[in-house]
């Protein structure tokens, strides 16, 4: 026969004398109330009561201490509540040879506890990375430990593209959640990355997010009447930050809002993602222009206690934008209008690149990105129409000789041409076709001119919108508005040159819109070289990005009569809802062979947030971005972490002969076409500053496209060592960072966390909630999640295939196993199923389960040489206001003695040694109950019960409360 381990769990109520329900609690008592656990917070006593002969009565303040309402607040008038219950002591359970569990069982009981432990007070032990369901780099944890060092957490996260930007923030809200530090998060973001962000943190961190949008608000109010508001409905939400920034979102806002900020903070957490589209608008002034993103972000943020923007490009290439931005960030170390510091900024700043992040051995950690120009040779009628476009810019201009509006305006149509000339002849046709149609409607008494500014903030919306141009033709309403506005400046009618130069581009946009002009014939070869060479479809897949959906449009049908239709090709835009858009992401990282689609073309409505590098390393640009922020965006979507390729090609369309120097922006075809190639030259060698100035960039290539200049100017973008000295942080990952890493692979080991054992966990909780159990997967390591009934019911959410919704997928405890795959789901701490039967384990802990008796005995190596028990206990510090500051789980050794002797205590090597011993099998019934009078005789004559609590406490500081768990004893075979 072999040795044997006793396992046992404490009681908080069984058995104890209640309090008649005149005796109102003490602060800090542990009380039972509406069938939860809560600590007393306060007590208020009814003084007028004994004055006016009445019964006195109480106000009890309690805090929640259960595990999936840690933190939350009741009152209670404590006479009249019905079922109040005072936890006078904690005590160890009855022994009993019949009150037995299995070892198994009770293993997984205390793997709960242990995992469900959280620490506040100690900055070092990180808690996070254990409840999320992805690879932890060691660089995502930076800002996850400058978050926690800071005692309001403001940061400027402006990693490189692709480098996880979300998955970082996702940390550290689940951290600061973790540490009561947050109850609240509020995350704003463009429209098209909301349904992103909501899976992202349920898949990863376990996290529930509900989209504020018109659909919320209008379900809302019908099932909780006409005034609900959505802001006041869940506490994590994300919305977009054009729908905040509307009439109807800052409306609902204020609503919730107080006059001024108040501590607490109506949020706890605020994420505004791709920051740089809220920047404010800065052009060389000491001030910058706040937009109605930057102004909607700045109503919301000094409402929020920590505050985390996200973007790749943050600095637009002025320092006073750039000052505005961190102003919102942290008013108190900036201001706009002064210049920010590099030492406040690093404070602040999180910016890492691809190109410095190595592995161990030195080699990159990211694929290599390299820039490949498709050389085009322009034909006569292409270079006729550009000139013709030139000459018409010139005549105008003459024409419009006057204030700064009609100079504004007149740049606005020539530039506003030329990029779409650029882009293709469709969008070139649409846009001419468009302005004509203003040009007659204005020479008919139009109204009077707009302003300069007015006309400034229209050409401004034309940029940020042309993602959403849902107009058929290509041309969308903010486009058309700035159109109108610019014919309302002149004040006559065009010349007899413009309408002839007029007539004969509109000639050959149409000719062309139906065939290909020399730059979409030599893209579309390549996009056929790649992906059906020799009327063969390979398994390669590339994506075309361009600013403007009637190129799209345009390519689409092009590519159709080259035998690329179909199937094979998708199409993403501003007029994607969001589940198509998110069926097309999730086949576009699916493998080739299992769906067709070969060829993506997107507009900037997919260039930021959205993750494409799995299956593709091929990207081409039908155009040359005037602002490299959207050239740095779009090449982010495949030169991202998770991209397997060793190399990135990112290809573009230039003239023949680029390469030569003599050849400047010198208005040909040729000249224009050169200066696009040099930019994208002079970008990919500034890609270390932040934000790439870009808008500095996009202001000389607007002058080079006017002939305004020939050249590109470095020195406009200012002086770029004080820039990287600004903005730039470490360029190798700091030694404490992997000290870190180091410390969290310890932590995993020291907390058991193997995927047996997290699977354990789930075994045990179904069957003890009586629900059925996982069946094993046809592939080792998977299992298939059944139906489940009631609150399990949500553990399925998120099992459907990305691609196949009608199909369930299994899953696995296994990270490794579920490393880059989407056929499998991670069911990591974080996840619904595995909180769900971690919170139903842990409500053991009060004794009131019942489906557990929290003793278990059983067997153990014959090194241990006599019978040995184990208690555990699960110690827990909270503070004044009861939010749980530390929780341990702590264990106590007895080597119970062969006769009625003392049994002799364990230190901590020896009971420890006594836990690796057990095993999982437990002995006969005799045993058993033979064991059980031993270990019973020992526990009275050590005193191993636990001592009750004290009557009082400090108000500061309640009393320290704990549930004992006894766990394992070991004793010698005996015949």
Request: overall charge neutral; charged content about 30%; proline content about 7%.
């Given at each position: 026969?072999?040795?044997?381990?006793?396992?046992?769990?404490?009681?908080?109520?069984?058995?104890?004398?209640?309090?008649p329900?005149?005796?109102?609690?003490?602060?800090?008592?542990?009380?039972?109330?509406r069938?939860?656990?809560?600590?007393?917070?306060?007590?208020?006593?009814?003084?007028?009561a004994?004055?006016?002969?009445?019964t006195?009565?109480?106000?009890?303040?309690?805090?929640?201490?259960?595990?999936?309402a840690?933190?939350?607040?009741?009152?209670?008038v404590?006479?009249?509540?019905?079922g109040?219950?005072?936890?006078?002591?904690?005590?160890?359970?009855?022994?009993?040879?019949?009150?037995?569990?299995?070892?198994?069982?009770?293993?997984?009981?205390?793997?709960?506890?242990?995992?469900?432990?959280?620490?506040?007070?100690?900055?070092?032990s990180?808690?996070?990375?254990?409840?999320?369901?992805?690879?932890?780099?060691?660089f995502?944890?930076?800002?996850?430990?400058?978050?926690?060092?800071?005692?309001?957490?403001t940061?400027?996260?402006?990693?490189?593209?692709?480098?996880?930007?979300?998955?970082e923030?996702?940390?550290?809200?689940q951290?600061?959640?973790?540490?009561?530090?947050?109850?609240?998060?509020?995350?704003?973001?463009?429209?098209?990355?909301?349904?992103?962000?909501?899976?992202?943190?349920?898949?990863?961190?376990?996290?529930?997010?509900?989209?504020?949008?018109r659909?919320?608000?209008g379900q809302?109010?019908?099932?909780?009447?006409?005034g609900?508001?959505?802001?006041?409905?869940?506490?994590?939400?994300?919305?977009?930050i054009?729908?905040?920034?509307?009439?109807?979102?800052?409306?609902l806002l204020?609503?919730?809002?107080?006059?001024?900020?108040?501590?607490?903070?109506?949020?706890?957490?605020?994420?505004?993602?791709?920051?740089?589209?809220?920047?404010?608008?800065?052009?060389?002034?000491?001030?910058?222009r706040?937009?109605?993103?930057?102004?909607?972000?700045?109503?919301?943020?000094?409402?929020?206690?920590?505050?985390?923007?996200?973007?790749?490009?943050?600095?637009?290439?002025?320092?006073?934008?750039?000052?505005?931005?961190?102003?919102?960030l942290?008013?108190?170390?900036?201001?706009?209008?002064i210049?920010?510091?590099?030492?406040?900024?690093?404070e602040?700043?999180?910016?890492?690149?691809?190109?410095?992040l190595?592995?161990?051995?030195g080699?990159?950690?990211?694929?290599l990105?390299?820039?490949?120009?498709?050389?085009?040779?322009?034909p006569?009628?292409?270079?006729?129409?550009h000139?013709?476009?030139?000459?018409?810019?010139?005549?105008?201009?003459?024409?419009?000789?006057?204030?700064?509006?009609?100079?504004l305006?007149?740049?606005?149509?020539?530039?506003?041409?030329?990029?779409?000339?650029?882009?293709?002849?469709?969008?070139?046709?649409r846009?001419?076709?468009?302005?004509?149609?203003?040009?007659?409607?204005g020479?008919?008494?139009?109204?009077?001119?707009?302003?300069?500014?007015?006309?400034?903030?229209?050409?401004?919306?034309?940029?940020?919108?042309?993602?959403?141009?849902r107009a058929?033709?290509?041309?969308?309403?903010?486009?058309r508005?700035a159109?109108?506005?610019?014919?309302?400046?002149?004040?006559d009618?065009?010349?007899?040159?413009?309408?002839?130069?007029?007539?004969?581009?509109?000639?050959?946009?149409?000719?062309?819109a139906?065939?290909?002009?020399?730059?979409?014939a030599?893209?579309?070869?390549?996009v056929?070289?790649?992906?059906?060479?020799?009327?063969?479809?390979?398994?390669?897949?590339?994506?075309?990005?361009?600013?403007?959906?009637?190129?799209?449009?345009?390519?689409?049908?092009?590519?159709a009569a080259?035998?690329?239709?179909g199937?094979?090709?998708?199409?993403?835009?501003?007029?994607?809802?969001?589940?198509?858009?998110?069926?097309?992401?999730?086949?576009?990282?699916?493998?080739?062979?299992?769906?067709?689609?070969?060829?993506?073309?997107?507009t900037?409505?997919?260039?930021?947030?959205?993750?494409?590098?799995?299956?593709c390393?091929?990207?081409?640009?039908?155009?040359?971005?005037?602002?490299?922020?959207?050239?740095?965006?779009?090449?982010?979507?495949?030169?991202r972490?998770?991209?397997?390729?060793?190399?990135?090609l990112?290809?573009?369309?230039?003239?023949?002969?680029?390469?030569?120097?003599r050849?400047?922006?010198?208005?040909?075809l040729?000249?224009?076409?050169?200066?696009?190639?040099r930019?994208?030259?002079?970008?990919?060698?500034?890609?270390?500053?932040?934000?790439?100035?870009?808008?500095?960039?996009?202001?000389?290539?607007?002058?080079?496209?006017?002939?305004?200049?020939?050249?590109?100017?470095?020195?406009?973008?200012?002086?770029?060592?004080?820039?990287?000295?600004?903005?730039?942080?470490?360029?190798?990952?700091?030694?404490?960072?992997?000290?870190?890493?180091?410390?969290?692979?310890?932590?995993?080991e020291?907390?058991?966390?193997?995927?047996?054992?997290?699977?354990?966990?789930?075994h045990?909780?179904?069957?003890?909630?009586?629900?059925?159990?996982?069946?094993?997967?046809?592939?080792?390591?998977?299992?298939?999640?059944?139906?489940?009934?009631?609150?399990?019911?949500?553990?399925?959410?998120?099992?459907?295939?990305?691609?196949?919704?009608?199909?369930?997928?299994?899953?696995?405890?296994?990270?490794?196993?579920?490393?880059g795959?989407t056929?499998?789901?991670?069911?990591?701490?974080?996840?619904r199923?595995?909180?769900l039967?971690?919170?139903?384990?842990?409500?053991?802990?009060?004794?009131?389960?019942?489906?557990?008796?929290?003793?278990?005995i059983?067997?153990?190596?014959?090194?241990?040489?006599?019978?040995?028990a184990?208690?555990?206990?699960?110690?827990?510090?909270?503070?004044?206001?009861?939010?749980?500051l530390?929780?341990?789980?702590?264990?106590?050794?007895?080597?119970?003695?062969?006769?009625?002797?003392?049994?002799?205590?364990?230190?901590?090597?020896?009971?420890?040694?006594?836990?690796?011993?057990?095993?999982?099998?437990?002995?006969?019934v005799?045993?058993?109950?033979?064991?059980v009078?031993?270990?019973a005789?020992?526990?009275?004559?050590?005193?191993?019960r636990?001592?009750?609590?004290?009557?009082?406490a400090?108000?500061?500081?309640?009393?320290?409360?704990?549930?004992?768990?006894?766990?394992?004893?070991?004793?010698?075979?005996?015949?």
């Open positions: 026969m072999g040795l044997t381990t006793i396992d046992a769990v404490a009681s908080t109520d069984e058995g104890l004398p209640r309090r329900p005149a005796a109102a609690p003490e602060e800090g008592q542990l009380a039972r109330v069938g939860r656990m809560w600590v007393v917070a306060g007590v208020a006593r009814d003084a007028q004994a004055r006016d002969g009445r006195v009565q109480h106000l009890v303040s309690l805090v929640s201490v259960e595990d999936d840690t933190g939350e607040e009741l009152e209670v404590w006479e009249i509540e019905p109040t219950k005072v936890i006078e002591q904690a005590q160890l359970p009855a022994l009993a040879a019949d009150r037995l569990d299995d070892p198994a069982q009770l293993d997984a009981f205390l793997d709960a506890v242990r995992w469900g432990a959280v620490t506040s007070a100690d900055q070092r990180l808690q996070a990375p254990f409840r999320s369901g992805i690879t932890i780099e060691d995502q944890l930076e800002p996850l430990v400058r978050a926690l060092r800071m005692p309001r957490t940061l400027l996260v402006a990693d490189d593209v692709g480098l996880g930007k979300t998955i923030a996702g940390l550290v809200v951290e600061l959640l973790l540490r009561h530090r947050a109850r609240t998060a509020l995350v704003v973001c463009p429209a098209a990355l909301q349904v992103q962000w909501r899976d992202e943190m349920r898949e990863k961190f376990g996290l529930e997010f509900r989209i504020v949008d659909e919320l608000l809302l109010r019908r099932s909780r009447g006409i609900a508001n959505p802001f006041a409905h869940f506490p994590r939400l994300i919305v977009s054009d729908w905040l920034k509307g009439e109807l979102g800052m409306r204020r609503e919730v809002l107080p006059p001024h900020p108040e501590i607490p903070r109506r949020y706890d957490v605020l994420i505004v993602d791709e920051v740089h589209n809220c920047a404010p608008a800065g052009a060389g002034g000491r001030y910058a706040d937009t109605l993103r930057t102004a909607a972000v700045r109503t919301l943020a000094p409402h929020c206690e920590h505050r985390l923007f996200l973007s790749a490009t943050p600095h637009n290439g002025y320092e006073n934008s750039f000052a505005a931005l961190l102003e919102l942290d008013p108190h170390r900036f201001a706009r209008g210049r920010p510091t590099p030492e406040a900024t690093r602040v700043t999180v910016r890492r690149l691809k190109q410095d190595r592995n161990a051995d080699s990159p950690r990211f694929p990105r390299r820039v490949v120009m498709l050389e085009v040779e322009h006569a009628d292409e270079r006729a129409v000139a013709d476009l030139v000459a018409y810019g010139a005549a105008r201009a003459g024409r419009l000789q006057g204030g700064r509006a009609q100079t305006a007149s740049d606005f149509v020539v530039t506003l041409l030329k990029k779409r000339l650029f882009s293709s002849p469709a969008a070139f046709l846009t001419l076709e468009v302005h004509r149609e203003t040009l007659r409607r020479g008919a008494a139009p109204p009077p001119a707009p302003a300069p500014a007015v006309l400034e903030r229209l050409f401004e919306d034309v940029g940020l919108d042309l993602d959403e141009e058929e033709e290509g041309v969308g309403a903010a486009t508005e159109l109108r506005a610019t014919a309302r400046t002149e004040r009618t065009p010349s007899a040159q413009e309408q002839e130069l007029l007539e004969r581009m509109h000639g050959w946009a149409q000719r062309a139906v065939t290909e002009d020399a730059r979409t030599r893209l579309l070869d390549w056929a070289e790649n992906v059906r060479p020799e009327k063969t479809f390979t398994d390669e897949r590339v994506i075309v990005f361009t600013e403007y959906r009637a190129t799209q449009r345009y390519l689409q049908e092009r590519l080259r035998g690329i239709a199937e094979r090709v998708a199409l993403l835009d501003g007029t994607t809802d969001d589940e198509q858009r998110e069926r097309i992401k999730a086949v576009w990282q699916e493998p080739p062979t299992d769906h067709p689609v070969r060829v993506l073309l997107a900037d409505a997919a260039s930021e947030g959205i993750s494409l590098q799995r299956r390393h091929l990207l081409a640009h039908a155009e040359i971005p005037w602002n490299p922020n959207r050239l740095e965006q779009r090449n982010g979507r495949i030169d972490h998770g991209q397997t390729a060793a190399e990135v990112v290809h573009h369309c230039v003239s023949a002969g680029w390469e030569d120097a050849r400047g922006a010198d208005g040909t040729d000249g224009d076409l050169d200066f696009l190639a930019v994208v030259r002079k970008v990919a060698q500034i890609r270390e500053d932040l934000g790439s100035a870009g808008p500095v960039i996009a202001r000389q290539v607007e002058e080079a496209m006017l002939g305004r200049r020939a050249t590109l100017d470095d020195t406009r973008l200012g002086d770029s060592r004080a820039l990287r000295a600004l903005l730039t942080q470490q360029r190798t990952m700091d030694e404490r960072v992997a000290r870190l890493r180091d410390e969290l692979d310890a932590s995993r020291a907390l058991h966390l193997r995927p047996q054992r997290v699977e354990r966990v789930v045990t909780a179904l069957e003890l909630a009586r629900q059925p159990p996982l069946r094993p997967g046809e592939e080792p390591g998977t299992w298939a999640v059944p139906a489940l009934t009631a609150s399990w019911a949500a553990a399925t959410i998120g099992l459907e295939h990305p691609t196949r919704p009608e199909q369930r997928r299994p899953i696995t405890f296994d990270h490794e196993l579920a490393r795959r056929d499998v789901v991670l069911a990591h701490l974080g996840h199923l595995v909180a039967a971690m919170s139903l384990l842990r409500a053991e802990v009060w004794g009131t389960g019942r489906r557990l008796h929290r003793v278990a059983r067997y153990a190596d014959p090194s241990l040489g006599a019978p040995v184990v208690a555990h206990g699960r110690l827990v510090i909270t503070g004044a206001s009861g939010h749980r530390h929780e341990q789980l702590i264990a106590a050794g007895l080597r119970v003695p062969a006769d009625d002797g003392r049994g002799e205590r364990l230190n901590v090597g020896a009971t420890e040694a006594a836990l690796a011993a057990a095993r999982d099998t437990t002995p006969p005799p045993l058993r109950e033979r064991l009078v031993r270990l005789q020992a526990e009275a004559c050590c005193a191993l636990s001592r009750p609590a004290p009557a009082s400090p108000a500061t500081s309640p009393p320290r409360w704990a549930a004992g768990r006894p766990r394992s004893a070991s004793t010698s075979p005996r015949r």
